[in-house]
């Protein structure tokens, strides 16, 4: 699993993970995403804290990818570019964007970011460091689909 902490003193950091899954439907492998917004920031210690908010479904979301939409990740980073993703489940609507973007210093980042029915948002920076070690675990999971496949067929 990755996870990306980003409290900040404000109180409106994100945490995302990602996680190699499996579908109940079929038992394939697939990836699965949590976004939790920052329940609180410790002033002394200069850190935030999530957890209080990860089962409150006004402050997390939960997206499976398809391996279409891992594909579409991992072209993005590699070309330094914009992708979007739309999911519709029951009565929630989420769209998921990466977008790439100049930092004040000049290097190369990504916005990563998750709303669920225009109200919901979680947000975070992504730095290309992060952004490589995202994509070469999307490409294991992607490799973890192929191995399912190829050995149920």
């Known amino acids: 699993m990755i996870q990306f902490y980003k409290p900040n003193s404000q109180n ?3 945490a995302f993970g990602f996680r190699l899954g499996i579908q ?5 492998p697939c990836l699965y995403m949590t976004a939790v917004k920052q329940h609180s920031w410790n002033t002394k210690n200069k850190s935030g804290s999530f957890s209080e908010n990860s089962k409150n479904p006004e402050k997390s979301a939960s ?17 330094y570019e914009k ?3 739309f999911h519709s489940f029951d009565d929630n609507k989420t769209s998921i964007s990466l977008s790439p973007y100049s930092k004040k210093d000049g290097s190369k980042a990504f916005s990563f970011s998750v709303t669920r029915n225009s109200a919901i948002k979680f947000g975070i ?3 290309m ?3 490589y070690l995202l994509i070469e675990y999307f490409k294991f999971v992607l490799n973890e689909i192929f191995k399912y496949r190829t050995l149920k067929s």
């Not at 109940?24 to 394939?28: A, F, L, Q, V």
């Not at 499976?64 to 072209?75: S, V």
Request: net charge negative.
């Open 12 to 14: 409106t950091g994100s």
């Open 83 to 85: 992708f979007n993703a």
């Open 125 to 127: 920076g992504i730095e």
């Open 63 to 79: 997206v499976k990818f398809n391996e279409a939409e891992l594909g579409g990740f991992i072209y993005a980073v590699e070309a």
């Open 129 to 131: 460091s992060e952004a």
């Open 24 to 28: 109940g439907k079929n038992e394939e």
